[in-house]
């Protein structure tokens, strides 16, 4: 099925820019008049992704994050964040709730879980030395229904 619309944007990874990233997908979003539950999950999920970005791939330094998204005529939002970082070693280990490769009183390995309890579908690509694409997707009832 054809994308009907579609959006991308690129940007710095740093903490500044996961709110903008978060607005900016929620504003794509709003085409399909979804429910403000629905709009806070996508919100929620992109800025898991980001952030997972500019903590765990890009680490100490600033790199640039690439998010694109597309509407489907079936209600569907389909979003994916990449990034040129480290990428994952283990992608399976790496989705298992509190599993992080950031020090354990930093981040609470959370991020995946979250995201796959808020999206219909979460996939993750991930090359090491080549970075990680996240694809989010979620069928939006919205106010209709």
Avoid: W
């Avoid at 099925?1 to 607005?23: C, D, H, P």
């Amino acid at each position: 099925m054809k994308a009907i619309n579609t959006m991308k944007l690129q940007f710095e990874g740093r903490s500044v820019n996961e709110s903008f990233s978060r607005v900016a997908v929620a504003a794509f979003a709003a085409q399909l008049d979804p429910t403000m539950d629905e709009l806070a999950d996508i919100k929620t999920a992109v800025s898991e992704a980001v952030t997972n970005c500019i903590v765990h791939a890009y680490r100490q330094r600033i790199g640039i994050i690439y998010i694109s998204a597309g509407i489907y005529p079936d209600n569907r939002i389909v979003i994916k964040i990449k990034d040129r970082g480290c990428g994952i070693a283990d992608v399976k280990k790496a989705m298992e709730p509190l599993y992080t490769t950031a020090p354990q009183e930093e981040r609470a390995g959370l991020g995946f879980a979250v995201m796959q309890s808020l999206m219909d579908r979460v996939k993750v690509l991930s090359k090491e030395g080549k970075g990680t694409t996240v694809i989010l997707e979620r069928r939006l009832m919205g106010k209709e229904a």
